[in-house]
């Protein structure tokens, strides 16, 4: 029954990790990168314990990346190790390019939604615990 508790405490808190998201889908990331949530299913019956966590890029979204190199990746063939990319005045510029970084999102999503889970799972835990209880006698 602690199992069955644990599991329900896990979708639960991917419910409030979902509702949370200020959006489910980044821009400007790849080709569009998806974001959502997940959790584990436990596996023992004596200690059962489930993780629940974002899925995707999500950091970048809650703090934003700091400033950084793109380099060209190992690439085979004839355009390997070359970047190609635009310049500000229309021509092509090779080699690596220094990206000034990105802001995170106005509010910070992640610890609250954190804290939700934290008070939620228990209770959650406790009802499916007397459910079963109330199964057996």
Do not use: W
């Not at 023992?44 to 793109?70: C, D, E, F, K, M």
């Not at 000034?100 to 954190?114: D, V």
């Amino acid at each position: 029954s602690t199992k069955d508790g644990v599991r329900e405490a896990g979708m639960v808190g991917k419910a409030i990790f979902l509702e949370s998201l200020p959006t489910r889908k980044m821009s400007n990331v790849g080709r569009g990168a998806k974001l959502g949530a997940g959790f584990t299913s436990p596996k023992s019956t004596t200690n059962p314990q489930t993780i629940v966590s974002y899925r995707g890029p999500v950091h970048l979204l809650n703090t934003g990346a700091g400033p950084h190199t793109i380099s060209p990746k190992g690439r085979r063939g004839r355009g390997q190790g070359r970047l190609k990319l635009t310049g500000g005045d229309g021509g092509i510029v090779s080699g690596s390019v220094r990206h000034p970084g990105t802001k995170g999102s106005a509010r910070k999503f992640a610890p609250g939604a954190m804290r939700k889970v934290i008070e939620v799972a228990p209770k959650q835990i406790e009802m499916a615990t007397s459910r079963a209880l109330r199964k057996v006698f």
